[in-house]
């Protein structure tokens, strides 16, 4: 097998010659012969020697493997009485039961007990060299102030804010103040128009929304506080609006606006931490499923800061004093556990990036890693496929060699971006972590490391369960495939701290979409693979989620914002392969009767539609108009069959005998001939 530290042979890899090896020996320091010196708690771990037994002990004693990480990595007011409490068939998820803590806490104010100066955070502003580093000390301050700030303006415990801002200091002060006061947080990315916003504030129930002015993104300034404007018309629960500067330029106030950064200089710089239960919500976050409507993921406090901290750690072996470069939006979630959370809860450097991977031109991201030494880069594979077409110049160009590891995360990665990741931006020296996670796990899941130092990595494999995590593939009849190699649909055999615990308002649909597809284990909606090695690697989505550009969407979603079009009777939307940005939208319409054919006109239309109700990278880059759908008798329609059509995969049709009438499909294959 071709193994990436570029030898040849299990045997070579395993000696001292091989970079991956050395590197990660003195990573991992002397843990092989020694595993209390790659994680302490092991220790007390009985029979625990090795990587491997350590991985075992975590899944068959995970209540003492996760008792014993939550007793040292976090900071408790009252101790937990319960390790976990959990019955996955009935959605029931507690783990840490009786503990009080306070996550601002563990991420700031024991930092700033040992190490006030050390820099926390560092903007990565839109323009190249403009960064701002800012300390603990400074951040505590900060959230502190906005704290005090939330609380004088009558947030209370339980409340749930939300924030419609960039990757900035303010926005992770805001996140944390939150935290502070015990709030919940409902981070929205700043790419989401008007009524995505207003649809995810109404649902969250937030009085109080947290923005900026303007953002500034690839040197063109975006109209965020008009946007809050928009959506908060709509939204009646909203009683005010805090607004920062990012930008000079003033912006139109309102009677419900407050100028967030002159009130703060008014607050007090000490702010009394909330007690909060290990299952209070510490945030909601928005993301799509297979309906239309997006589902408010809950997260709650104690477990999810655990399980960010424990893989932030050790997926990406972070060592103090590292600078972590997570290029993610804090609007995701991976924006949320690995540019804030795990990071500032490890006491860690970490980055926000405001920019583009292009801006100002494709060496964005290793100029950047250059000036700011970064150690651990974490993209997208989208991100790394668009600059390996412009080439290896633009990387060779700066210095690389403060990275050790390097990370992808959001969907599959292909062999060609592995390695050009692998072999040019990491130079052959650095692992490649292929994370695989959602939303809904909180943290990564499957993925190479950790890991014995010498253990293989194959190109574009996610590999390997992390601690506590136990995967398992169901075939089609709801049977655990036990043998190897199989593929199935993949589901995760046991609770582990980080998981979701709920949607938002309706627990219902938690239990019916993650607990009762396969009762007893949580089900992640994507398929996966098992080698004969039994390393995973996934294989997309089972649902009618797609992923564009690491962003996920469900087509039921652009078929609600297309089917709302005067002139539109119906439309299918299916996710195609894409070439950099993974997958693309590609929206089958019927026209209603007696509607003027202006297709181009109209595709214009739905597009500005599709953008102003959800978000640019929603907008179908194809969109063909046919006279009818292909349905089954029962007016199902038959997606398979579009999304055959599309990839030209005219034999792979399969059984079209189900269909209402089966000479649609053969107009559908026309009018697609007819567009290309
Ligand atoms: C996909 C992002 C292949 C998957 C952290 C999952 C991946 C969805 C990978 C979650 C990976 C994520 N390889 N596919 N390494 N990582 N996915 O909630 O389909 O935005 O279900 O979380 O992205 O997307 P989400």
Known sequence: MWLPCGCTSKAIVTSSACPVFKSYFRVFGRWKCNVAAFMPEAAGFEGVKDFSSLQEFSVSNSESFWAAAARSRLSWIRPFHTVQHCDLSRGKIKWFEGGQLNVSVNCLDRHVHTS???VALIWERDEPGS???????????????????????????????????????????????CARIGAAHNVVFAGFSAEALAERIRDAESSTVITVNQGVRA???????????????????????????????????TAKDVDMEEEMLKEDVVCEPAAMNSEDVLFLLYTSGSTGKPKGVVHTQAGYLLYAALTHRYVFSYQDGDVFGCVADIGWITGHSYSVYGPLANGGTTVLFESTPIYPDPGRYWEMVQRLKINQFYGAPTAIRLLLKYGDQWVQKYDRSTLKTLGSVGEPINTEAWEWYYRVVG?????????????ETGGICITPRPSDPDAEIVPGMAMRPFFG???????????VVTSNPASGALCIAKPWPGMARSIHN?????????????????????????????????TGRLDDVINVSG????TAEIEDVVNQCNAVAESAVIGYSHDIKGQGVYAFVVLKKGVDDQEADLSQQLNIMVSKKIAKYACPDFIQFVQRLPKTRSGKIMRRVLRKVVERDLNGLGDLSTLDDPSTVQEIIQGHRELF
């Open 219 to 253: 040197g063109k300034v975006t109209e965020l506080k008009r946007t809050v404007d928009a959506a908060v018309q709509d939204c009646p629960t909203v009683q005010q609006v805090l607004v920062a500067m990012r930008t000079e330029n003033p912006v139109a106030m």
């Open 551 to 554: 962003h996920r969407i469900g």
């Open 131 to 177: 960064e701002v580093k800012v300390t603990y000390r400074e951040l505590l301050e900060t959230t502190c102030r906005l704290g005090n700030l939330l609380r004088r303006r009558g947030v209370k415990k339980g409340d749930c804010v939300t924030i419609y801002m960039p990757p900035c200091p303010l926005a992770v002060a805001s996140m944390l103040a």
């Open 469 to 479: 995590i136990k995967p398992i593939l169901m075939d089609t009849k709801g049977k």
């Open 427 to 439: 130079d052959g020296r650095c692992p490649v972590v292929d994370t695989w996670w959602q939303t």
């Open 116 to 118: 006030p100066e050390r």
């Open 506 to 538: 309706n627990h219902q649909r938690f239990i019916e979409t993650y607990c009762q597809p396969h009762p007893g284990y949580f089900f992640t909606g994507d398929g996966a693979y098992r080698s004969k090695e039994g390393y995973y690697q996934i």
